[in-house]
């Protein structure tokens, strides 16, 4: 089931890339220009709580061809937090994306981390975003990790999300949304939320605010036309998952054994 369902992946992004490659130099740039969003939010990952910021800088480097570096800092159950990430990605905003992605991602002395292809499928007010590549860490299980996510725009500003998960051998169901409600001071300020839930009693739920700079556009044209998804944050989700997490569990230590007195 878990190798079908990354075979199912892979596919639907190569196949919603290829879709894009035909007509890319008739259609919008990759990036509409040098585009920078924030968040700041907080999580709890399978109870352990965690607050973070993260930030994103995405550049055009040709007419169809985009790259994003990721950053991710914050405190993970009174642990230092950071993360870098990036994508370099091939992109029709009108059709799908294919990138080369990757992340590593530093919890107190323990890291994760992780490198493989994403792909997006642009189809009216859907998009499928997929991700599937290879993880290890420190204490997380090594192998193979995807994502499978079905977003639909119910407006152009308001973004609901459902899909699964796949990461060190733990399989999750994954629901969100992101709004923005077009505010007069800030504009292209957005409230998101995800929530997640798997094998072996495994959970997470995320909130927080995110501001997109660079242009006025609604969610949808933020998403297609401009910053990618942050790889650095995806990899602490992703890393949390697998089993293991980011903290060594603590080691039990062995019973006391009561020497006897001697009598007498």
Same mark, same amino acid.
């Given at each position: 089931m878990k190798i079908r369902f990354l075979v199912f992946a892979l596919v639907v992004g190569f196949v919603g890339v290829q879709f894009a490659y035909a007509d890319s130099y008739? @259609? =919008?740039?990759? !990036? @509409? +220009?040098?585009?920078? =969003? !924030?968040?700041? +939010?907080?999580?709890?990952?399978?109870?352990? @709580?965690? =607050?973070? +910021?993260?930030? @994103?800088?995405?550049?055009?480097?040709?007419h169809s061809w985009g790259f994003t570096i990721d950053g991710l800092g914050g405190d993970y159950s009174a642990s230092s937090l950071w993360g870098v990430g990036g994508n370099l990605f091939w992109r029709n905003p009108d059709k799908g994306l294919l990138g080369i992605m990757g992340s590593n991602v530093l919890v107190g002395a323990n890291n994760a981390s992780r490198g493989g292809v994403s792909g997006e499928l642009y189809r009216g007010p859907f998009s499928i975003l997929v991700d599937v590549g290879y993880g290890t860490g420190d204490t997380i299980k090594h192998g193979v990790f995807s994502d499978l996510i079905l977003r639909w725009y119910v407006m152009d500003n308001f973004a609901l999300s459902t899909g699964c998960t796949y990461s060190g051998g733990n399989t999750a169901g994954v629901v969100g949304m992101e709004y923005m409600p077009s505010l007069k001071i800030f504009s292209d300020l957005s409230l998101f939320a995800r929530g997640s839930w798997g094998e072996d009693d495994y959970h997470s739920v995320v909130a927080g605010i995110k501001y997109y700079f660079g242009k006025g556009k609604t969610l949808k044209q933020k998403h297609r036309e401009d910053d990618p998804e942050n790889m650095a944050l995806g990899g602490l989700l992703l890393g949390n998952q697998g089993q293991g997490g980011f903290i060594e569990p603590l080691e039990t230590p062995p019973p006391k054994i009561e020497e006897e007195e001697p009598e007498g």
């Open positions: 008739q @259609s =919008k740039p990759a !990036v @509409s +220009g040098i585009n920078t =969003k !924030v968040s700041a +939010g907080y999580a709890d990952l399978d109870a352990t @709580s965690v =607050k973070f +910021g993260s930030a @994103s800088v995405t550049l055009p480097l040709t």
